[in-house]
């Protein structure tokens, strides 16, 4: 299992620069807990003398203006167990980076809209950029057209639909000076297209014989009082091609940020650890390593760290380190922040992911930092 995420890591880390997209996951790592944890009717496990052991993200990184951080990460090799121990309170996170259902007291609520402060520096010779983003999903009508093969316009009417909305105000930008909005329509409820700042697979979706999923209604970027709207009709009707409609040259102006608004974002979400804490008491400080022997290593940390508010409601908080590196591929990664069992977005997450090519043998150094600064909570999904 192991094996095969190091390998998916690997690979798509390698292609995010011409792709600017990737994958990950977790996997299995042997664990230790610096607290004692037990449930009723189990045994709990306390640690004895540690190891230590720290690593760093690699020397290209020093002309970055960014502080890079050290990870320190424990493990633990004997154990002793108890019957007598007192039942520790529980929490996984279960959900991270899904759009997934919140559970506050017996009753479910939905995040609809939410604001990062986002940070990302694509090398280490670049400067940070920074946005504020914010994204919010409801129900909404939209106007729905189509060309024939003559080039003729085809009205199909107003149609339901999914608005996802994402509101980029830059704070450092590489060419955006004013808030750049960029609006997606879905025919059904598309909880990946919550989760991140834009589509980049829009186009791939249209097909005028109405092959694929056909979900995918339309998208429009409004900047600087100019807008361009390209609508799908093949939802509603095969055979048509898709409409275009306004500025065709906004996409190009808006572009290079559309890519780093992408690149660290992706880069932060699938490239951490997020789902080894699943099946993790996370509100006991906790620890793990696992190395395969073959120059592929993971280490992590969580510990509890008291509390926050997000729309009205409080959820735990936990601190997490944790770092890869893959030493045959010449693959490092590591990330530190805090995030909610309670929540699926992450409260905060800073972190580096380098890869060196293998043609020139260059190193790239990718830095992201998110910050959640507001969620809104519904107990119905629009």
Known sequence: MKRAITAVLVLLLLGMVVASGCLGGGGETSTTSASPTTTPGTSAEVTSSPSTSTTSVPSETT?????????????????????????????????????????????????????????????????????????????????????????????????????????????????????????VWYLSNMSDAFIYPWDVLWFSYISPTGAGDNVFVGIQFDYKGQSFRVMNPAPFQSGLFPCFEGDMNLPDTVNEDLGYLYMGWVALVHLGFWYEWSNVNVLVPQSGVWSDGMGHTWTWSTSPDGVTSYSGFTFKLVNYQWKYEGTVEGVKLQGEGKFSPDLPLVIESEGYYSYKDTNTGQTTVIYGYLKLEDLKLEKNLP
Do not use: F, H
């Not at 424990?74 to 279960?94: F, G, I, K, R, V």
């Not at 940070?119 to 994204?135: L, T």
């Not at 409801?138 to 009417?157: E, F, P, Q």
């Open 63 to 183: 002309s970055s203006p960014v502080t890079e951080t050290q990870t320190t990460v424990t493990e633990t090799t004997s154990t002793t167990e108890t019957e007598t121990q007192t039942p520790t309170e529980e929490a996984y996170w279960e959900n991270p980076w899904e759009y997934a259902p919140i559970n506050i007291k017996g009753e479910t609520y939905w995040i609809t809209y939410y604001r990062y402060r986002y940070k990302v520096q694509p090398d280490q010779n670049s400067p940070v950029y920074e946005y504020i983003i914010e994204k919010s999903v409801d129900k909404a009508t939209v106007n729905v057209c189509g060309m024939d093969l003559m080039g003729n316009k085809k009205d199909l009417g107003e149609q339901q639909v999914y608005a996802y909305k994402t509101v980029v105000n830059p704070v450092k930008a590489a060419g955006l000076d004013d808030t750049l909005t960029i609006t």
